[in-house]
């Protein structure tokens, strides 16, 4: 593998293999490439980091809060309904496709009881009667994981270059053929994902099992 241990150095690599080194619009993208592989990456290998707390005020009939940069995955999310002098509830997180599909199934319910992702950037809650308009919009409170020590110019290594630098190319890649919509390079690289994302699990089954083979876990 190309020893690209930094996060210059990978931007760098990557540029290198588009073919389009003087593609300003494609370098301007790099740094998001290497963010979406990352957060992707952090789900699927429960890869936790900091805990966070996002306040802010749901806008009238409104039923979607867009999710900080660095967002990984949720904790808890609790409207504080002003009609009621700020009564708290906490919503259910489901799977995305039970949440979109009772977005418009009950009438009877006078506020939000579920939420899910929808994509990197916003959490979807439902369902959302029609009756909320006249109120004022509610507050919330959402718990978070952030990404665990992010790649960014100022911070150039991470847990990702340390144990996984070729997993993370991958990733990267991945994300970068998705942009230039090169289905041949994106199969390639999601195959390669997976492989990689199957091998670090099965290490974590392995370290988990027998203690006494990775000092790091002890």
């Known amino acids: 593998m190309i020893p690209l241990y930094t996060y210059e150095g990978l931007i760098d690599y990557m540029i290198s293999v588009s073919a389009r080194p003087n593609d300003t619009e494609?370098?301007?993208?790099?740094?998001?490439f290497v963010l979406l592989a990352q957060l992707k990456l952090g789900r699927r290998l429960n890869?936790?980091?900091?805990?966070?707390?996002?306040?802010?005020?749901?806008?009238?009939?409104?039923?979607?809060?867009?999710?900080?940069?660095?967002?990984l995955r949720s904790i808890s999310l609790t409207l504080f309904d002003p009609r009621y002098d700020n009564q708290a509830n906490i919503l259910t997180y489901r799977l995305p496709e039970y949440v979109m599909r009772i977005q418009n199934g009950s009438t009877l319910r006078d506020m939000p009881l579920d939420y899910t992702e929808i994509d990197v950037n916003t959490l979807f809650l439902a369902p959302f009667p029609p009756d909320l308009?006249?109120?004022?919009?509610?507050?919330?409170?959402?718990?978070?994981?952030e990404i665990y020590q992010a790649l960014t110019p100022t911070n150039q290594t991470?847990?990702?270059?340390?144990?996984?630098?070729?997993?993370?190319?991958?990733?990267?890649?991945?994300?970068?053929?998705i942009f230039l919509?090169?289905?041949?390079?994106?199969?390639?690289?999601?195959n390669?994902?997976?492989?990689?994302?199957?091998?670090?699990?099965a290490q974590d089954d392995?370290?988990?099992?027998?203690?006494?083979?990775?000092?790091?876990?002890?």
């Not at 308009?133 to 994981?145: A, K, W």
């Not at 390669?192 to 699990?201: L, S, Y």
């Open 133 to 145: 308009t006249p109120y004022p919009g509610f507050s919330f409170q959402l718990i978070f994981h």
């Open 158 to 177: 991470n847990y990702l270059t340390e144990r996984m630098m070729d997993l993370l190319v991958d990733a990267s890649l991945k994300e970068m053929y």
């Open 181 to 190: 919509k090169d289905s041949y390079y994106i199969e390639m690289y999601s």
């Open 47 to 71: 890869i936790f980091g900091t805990q966070k707390i996002l306040t802010g005020i749901l806008p009238n009939n409104q039923n979607t809060i867009q999710l900080p940069n660095l967002y």
């Open 192 to 201: 390669n994902v997976e492989k990689g994302i199957a091998e670090a699990m």
């Open 26 to 32: 494609l370098i301007s993208q790099m740094p998001n």
């Open 206 to 218: 392995l370290n988990r099992s027998d203690r006494g083979s990775n000092p790091d876990i002890n």
